[in-house]
């Protein structure tokens, strides 16, 4: 499989925006108790929309962590977390901050999910990350995830589901011809091909899941831009 833009680009530009601004949900000026506390927020809301399996004796992958946002907040909910992504300067910075026993990071190629550390999870989550990857790419790594779960193991995933508008589609355009000239960013967000969103149905998404061999528990999409997944390894 041929390394994506997307890869490289997040891999290599940290410098380019600032480590905080590759996250967009965290303000750019956020300390890191308030990166924190946005990231204790978001699980538990990932928790109460999905039902999502916890337990101290549960291992849980925290799929495209950046600076572990979330994994800090998974671990009050987990035995052990591995935090992977593709960036080494996010992964350094949640390195930097780790004051966790029970977190761990590690830097991924991008080319699949294949931890060192730890090889078999009872959960992998995902948020904010996957529709970042063309579909082409997507299913590969969803195949790894499938590969490093445990029989009976969760996949837990949110996703934007959104369909591209003609509007969306103008604005990609007019963001790729921005980054052209040099100009990395725009209204507060940033123009790079790393942040571009590959549209991706519930319906695709639900057979691709089938094909690699999941088991669709839910899926929850009150609100299409944040649509949950749970699937489970049989």
Not at 76 to 95: M, N, Q, R, T, Y
Request: aromatic share 10%; hydrophobic share 40%; glycine share 8%.
């Amino acid at each position: 499989m041929s390394e994506s833009v997307t890869v490289s680009w997040w891999r290599d530009s940290a410098s380019e925006l600032g480590i905080k601004m590759m996250d967009k949900l965290i303000a750019p000026d956020a300390g890191w108790e308030e990166l924190l506390a946005t990231g204790r927020r978001d699980v538990q809301l990932a928790l109460d929309a999905t039902n999502m399996k916890t337990g101290s004796d549960r291992t849980v992958l925290d799929l495209g962590c950046g600076m572990g946002r979330l994994s800090f907040a998974l671990a009050d909910h987990f035995g052990e977390v591995l935090g992977i992504d593709v960036s080494p300067s996010l992964i350094a910075e949640g390195e930097r901050h780790n004051d966790r026993s029970n977190v761990s990071f590690e830097c991924g190629d991008g080319l699949g999910i294949k931890p060192q550390t730890i090889t078999e999870f009872d959960s992998v989550f995902s948020f904010e990350v996957l529709y970042l990857l063309r579909p082409e790419i997507l299913r590969p790594n969803l195949q790894d995830v499938y590969n490093i779960l445990k029989p009976g193991g969760e996949l837990v995933f949110e996703m934007n589901v959104v369909p591209f508008s003609w509007k969306t589609r103008l604005s990609m355009q007019f963001r790729n011809c921005l980054y052209a000239l040099g100009i990395k960013e725009w209204r507060g967000w940033p123009n790079a091909p790393g942040f571009r969103r590959y549209p991706h149905t519930i319906e695709s998404l639900s057979r691709m899941l089938k094909e690699i061999g999941f088991q669709i528990d839910r899926i929850i999409s009150d609100n299409p831009k944040q649509s949950w997944f749970v699937a489970t390894k049989p």
